[in-house]
C-alpha cells in the first residue's frame, strides 16, 4: 500500500493479484480470467510469462512487459546507500541482477517458464497459467485446523523454499505442505515470471541465469507483479490470523503469539528455525522498515510487532472471506478456453 500511493497518492486503495483467477485450476474449482482477455499475461496488466526472445528476454514493450514495460532498472548505486556498500555481490550491473548474470539491459528479464520442469519439485510450475491451481489451493493455508502455527503458514503458502534451504525434513511436513499444491502460492510468482535460461545451469549451478524475479534482491524488477502478488500473500496471512482466533481465542496471547519460535532450532526435530527469524528479532536488519506501523520504530520492526499489531487501523482487505466457494465455469467460451489448452498440453 505504501508503495501505490508514493506513486499514486491519491489511490483509494492498493490492488492485489488472485494467481488462482489465472490459472486453470480444476473442473470443481475454475479460474475465472484462465484464457480470456482479462488474463494477467496480456498487455494490460503483467504481458507475458516470457521476456522477448530477440532481445534477451526482456520486458521491452507492452506484449511482453505489459503496461510497465520499458521501466528502465537502475544500477546499485554506492553514493546513494553507502552502508550497503558491503552487500555489494559484485555483479558487473551492481544489484540490478544476480552475481553471474552479465546483461546489462536495463529491463527486466523473464526466462521461459517452461524451463521450470527441469527441477522437479517445481514442475507443475512449468505449466505456467495452465497449473490446476484453484482458490481452495488458496485458501487451504487460511484453514486453523490445518495451520496451527505461524511456521505452519510459512510451510503450508511456500514448503519449496523451505525444503530448499534444508529447513525441514520432517516427515508430516513433508506430506502435509510441501507434498501439495497450495505450496507454491508464494513461489509461483517468482518462478514462472523469472525461471532461468537454459543451458547455463552446468555452469553456474544450481540453476544458471536468472530471471529478475528468481533472484531476492531483483524480483522487485517487475515493478507491478512483485507488490500485487505480495499483497495477496499478506491477504492470506491476514485471513489466517482472523480464522485462527475463532478457532483458538489464546493464539494472540503475548507469551504464544501463534507460537511463533523464540529460540534457534538449528538440529533438532521439526523445522529448523535460524538466527534472525526469531519472535523478538528485527525483521529486515539490513535495511529495518521503521514507519510502516504508521508511526516511527527506530529500532526497526520486528516479527513481533508484524504478528501483534492491527493492521486494521492502517488498512483493510475487500475480501476476507475464508470459506468462499468455487465459482461455476459458466463464462461464455471458458470451457472451450480449458479444452483448448489441454489439446495443447497434450501435442
Given at each position: 500500500a505504501f508503495f501505490w500511493r508514493a506513486i499514486v497518492p491519491d489511490l483509494p486503495g492498493a490492488p492485489y493479484w488472485s494467481l488462482h483467477e489465472d490459472c486453470l485450476g480444476t473442473d470443481e474449482c475454475p479460474g475465472t480470467y484462465?484464457?480470456?482477455?482479462?488474463?494477467i499475461d496480456k498487455d494490460i496488466y503483467m504481458g507475458s510469462l516470457n521476456g522477448n526472445p530477440d532481445n534477451g528476454w526482456q520486458t521491452d514493450?507492452?506484449?511482453?512487459?505489459?503496461?510497465?514495460?520499458?521501466?528502465n532498472i537502475k544500477a546499485f548505486?554506492?553514493?546513494?546507500?553507502?552502508e550497503l556498500s558491503r552487500y555489494f555481490n559484485g555483479s558487473r550491473t551492481g544489484l540490478m541482477r544476480d552475481p553471474i548474470n552479465v546483461q546489462t539491459e536495463p529491463w527486466a528479464i523473464r526466462y521461459?517458464?517452461?524451463?521450470?520442469?527441469?527441477?522437479?519439485?517445481?514442475?507443475?510450475m512449468a505449466l505456467g497459467l495452465d497449473m490446476p491451481y484453484n482458490l481452495q489451493d488458496y485458501l487451504r493455508c487460511a484453514d486453523p485446523t490445518l495451520v496451527l502455527t505461524a511456521i505452519d503458514w510459512g510451510l503450508c503458502?511456500?514448503?519449496?523454499?523451505a525444503v530448499a534451504m534444508q529447513l525441514t525434513d520432517d516427515p508430516y511436513v513433508m506430506e502435509t505442505f510441501s507434498n501439495h499444491i497450495s505450496a507454491i502460492t508464494h513461489i509461483s510468482f517468482h518462478n514462472i515470471f523469472g525461471s532461468f535460461l537454459a543451458g547455463t545451469e552446468d555452469d553456474f549451478p544450481p540453476f544458471g541465469y536468472l530471471g529478475d524475479s528468481r533472484v531476492v534482491n531483483t524480483s522487485p524488477n517487475e515493478y507491478l507483479g512483485f507488490f500485487i502478488h505480495h499483497n495477496s500473500v499478506v491477504r492470506n496471512f491476514q485471513m489466517w490470523l482472523a480464522e485462527s482466533l475463532k478457532f483458538n481465542a489464546t493464539n494472540d496471547n503475548p507469551n504464544s503469539v501463534w507460537s511463533f519460535p523464540t529460540q534457534v532450532n538449528l538440529n533438532g526435530p521439526g523445522p529448523r528455525v535460524l538466527p534472525g527469524t526469531l519472535l523478538d528479532d528485527i525483521v529486515s536488519p539490513l535495511m529495518p522498515f521503521t514507519d510502516i506501523l504508521g508511526f516511527t520504530v527506530p529500532r526497526g520492526v520486528t516479527f513481533r510487532d508484524i504478528m501483534t499489531f492491527n493492521?486494521?487501523?492502517?488498512?483493510?482487505y475487500d475480501d476476507m472471506d475464508a470459506n468462499a466457494r468455487c465459482r461455476p465455469a459458466m463464462e461464455f467460451g471458458y470451457n472451450d478456453r480449458r479444452k483448448?489448452?489441454?489439446r495443447a498440453n497434450k501435442k
Open positions: 484462465y484464457g480470456s482477455e482479462l488474463s514493450t507492452a506484449f511482453f512487459g505489459g503496461i510497465l514495460a520499458g521501466a548505486s554506492f553514493n546513494k546507500w553507502p521461459p517458464y517452461q524451463n521450470l520442469q527441469a527441477i522437479p519439485s517445481r514442475a507443475v503458502i511456500d514448503a519449496f523454499t493492521w486494521d487501523s492502517l488498512y483493510t483448448k489448452a489441454r
